[in-house]
């Protein structure tokens, strides 16, 4: 079976009722009741879990469910898995943040950005300001397959996904169109009145818009893969590349030692090597939470030091199926799944 089959018949159940206006996917994260991660990082009392996927906010929860299902089948790799999950959000009009419905920059363009690796090779490819494409993360996963290169961006990332046989479409889907053009003419209407209007690269400030990419982690048995995708800041500066499609910033992965990745504002993110720095703490002997918690500090400090703002949240998971998620505000939350299910876990929020 080609790897394209595999992804449609592991995902296409789900796939058809996150489309139908995101319905599966919100009554998922209603079902789902949060539930306090711990102070230890397990999701719960039974202990850590050699099996399981986890990705951040309410959306995790269908595109868990689609990517728990392709790490059962037979021959199935991690990396399988988080690419069949994450293709639910990005073809999802309902989710503001990723692919389809993703809401566009400040012309109006959906530019979107990817990126996937696995724990064995660390083996590893992204795509950034991509346009026209449905599926992002599976352009990148390409990236790493059939080049030498690890990051294509934008037109040469679409004329690869052409040459790959990606179809294109129109991908401001129609809410996003009218909250961007609410938008703009708030803007419009601003400056009529003479108020001062921002500046270019105040357009890309963080906003409750900005906070929800989808960031995923497999285990299966030792074996590792991490899958984000993004449409990134809201209104963005058209170009503009957040964490995601940075390996080692949104997403790192290492089958000797664990995982991690991230969501929030990805310049926080970069300045720090959030996930690859989180991975490296697991190396040294921390256990998830304080080499999250480690660098969430880091990124506080740095934002204090110039006066800046913004959430970031990061998963972290150890090679031993210890899961830790948290946030330096309050409201994240992510999913998890093992053989016992799939719940709603509410991240930490540090001191």
Not at 83 to 94: F, I, K, Y
Not at 274 to 286: A, K, N
Request: charged fraction near 20%; hydrophobic fraction near 45%.
């Amino acid at each position: 079976m080609k790897r394209r089959e595999f992804l449609h018949d592991a995902s296409g159940a789900l796939l058809a009722g996150c489309v139908g206006g995101g319905a599966l996917g919100k009554a998922a994260a209603a079902a789902g009741a949060p539930a306090p991660a711990g102070q230890g990082g397990v999701p719960d009392a039974r202990g850590p879990r050699d099996r399981l996927v986890v990705s951040t906010w309410w959306f995790g929860l269908a595109a868990n469910g689609a990517a728990w299902e392709a790490l059962r089948a037979d021959g199935a790799h991690p990396l399988d898995a988080v690419e069949a999950g994450v293709r639910l959000p990005e073809a999802d009009p309902e989710v503001n943040s990723v692919g389809f419905g993703g809401l566009p920059n400040a012309e109006g363009v959906v530019q979107l950005d990817a990126s996937v690796m696995r724990g064995d090779t660390l083996g590893c490819g992204a795509v950034a300001s991509l346009e026209n494409i449905l599926h992002p993360v599976s352009v990148a996963r390409l990236v790493m397959e059939q080049t030498p290169h690890v990051l294509l961006v934008g037109p040469g990332a679409l004329a690869f996904a052409r040459a790959q046989g990606f179809p294109e479409q129109d991908m401001l889907a129609p809410k996003a169109k009218q909250a961007w053009e609410e938008w703009k003419a708030a803007r419009g209407k601003a400056g009529a009145q003479g108020a001062a209007l921002a500046e270019p690269f105040e357009v890309a400030r963080a906003t409750s818009l900005d906070h929800d990419t989808i960031g995923m982690i497999a285990l299966d048995r030792g074996r590792f893969a991490t899958a984000v995708t993004t449409s990134g800041l809201a209104w963005k500066l058209p170009g503009r590349v957040g964490d995601s499609p940075i390996v080692g910033a949104g997403s790192y992965c290492d089958d000797q030692v664990g995982a991690a990745v991230s969501t929030g504002v990805g310049e926080e993110v970069i300045r720090t090597g959030g996930c690859v720095s989180i991975v490296e703490g697991m190396r040294r002997g921390l256990p998830p939470r304080r080499a999250a918690i480690e660098v969430l500090h880091r990124i506080r400090r740095a934002q204090q030091a110039l006066g800046r703002q913004g959430d970031v949240a990061f998963i972290a998971v150890s090679r031993g199926g210890e899961v830790w998620g948290g946030s330096l505000l309050k409201g994240f939350e992510y999913a998890y799944t093992d053989g016992d299910g799939t719940r709603k876990i509410a991240g930490e929020v540090i001191a």
